[in-house]
């Protein structure tokens, strides 16, 4: 296992963080979210009031933001410039605002970078939205975590406090169109990639599927 590259994608709310961290955990290996990175980014650009409807204001300080990335699947620790950073990336503000920082081009080329850095010869589950098809187009196990409408607003709201079924529905389906849409690496699931629907699994389910899957794969 210490070469495998498990590329786990999906939209928001499909289960993959919590299923890839089972993974990682299951199989001993390492464990990279790569939407915190975008989330990190986002973070740090509202932090220093970057004008985030300017696309060119995003890409002149793409370089800039210093990313550490925890790879240890019960503690993927996030930092931004030293600062830790795993509790401020997963606000409200954060998650509007996310989609337009990640469809900057030279946002998804420097992070697009690192993280295939952090791959390394492999050892990892990742996870995100266009890791079968860009970051690691090459990884013997490709998954596509899918799941209703209805059950991912739920999944969310139930993580959340102060929200409901029908915001978080709305909010995923904006960021669904905006992912998909873009003209940058959007959300698809790679040709070769095994689909999972989500909908009826615990995570305990989830999970073993995924290992199955590996099994064969792998």
Not at 39 to 60: C, G, K, Y
Not at 66 to 84: E, F, I, K, R
Not at 184 to 192: E, G, K, N, V
């Amino acid at each position: 296992m210490t070469g495998l590259v498990v590329a786990m994608d999906g939209p928001s709310g499909s289960g993959k963080s919590s299923a890839s961290r089972g993974v990682a955990r299951a199989l001993g290996l390492r464990y990279l979210d790569t939407g915190a990175m975008y989330r990190a980014v986002t973070w740090w650009m509202l932090e220093q009031s970057v004008d985030l409807a300017d696309p060119q204001a995003i890409a002149a300080r793409a370089l800039d933001p210093v990313l550490t990335m925890g790879t240890d699947p019960d503690a993927p620790a996030v930092a931004v410039g030293g600062v830790d950073a795993a509790g401020p990336i997963r606000t409200s503000e954060v998650t509007a605002a996310v989609s337009a920082v990640s469809a900057v081009p030279e946002v998804r080329r420097r992070l697009v970078a690192e993280q295939r850095e952090i791959i390394g010869v492999g050892g990892i589950v990742v996870e995100g939205r266009d890791i079968g098809t860009v970051v690691v187009p090459g990884a013997p196990v490709k998954i596509y975590l899918t799941a209703s409408a209805e059950a991912r607003a739920l999944r969310r709201t139930a993580e959340l406090v102060g929200t409901t079924v029908d915001v978080q529905k709305a909010a995923m389906a904006r960021r669904d169109t905006l992912d998909s849409t873009r003209k940058i690496d959007p959300l698809a699931m790679a040709a070769d990639a095994i689909e999972l629907d989500t909908t009826a699994l615990n995570l305990e389910e989830v999970i073993a599927e995924v290992l199955r899957v590996i099994k064969e794969k792998a």
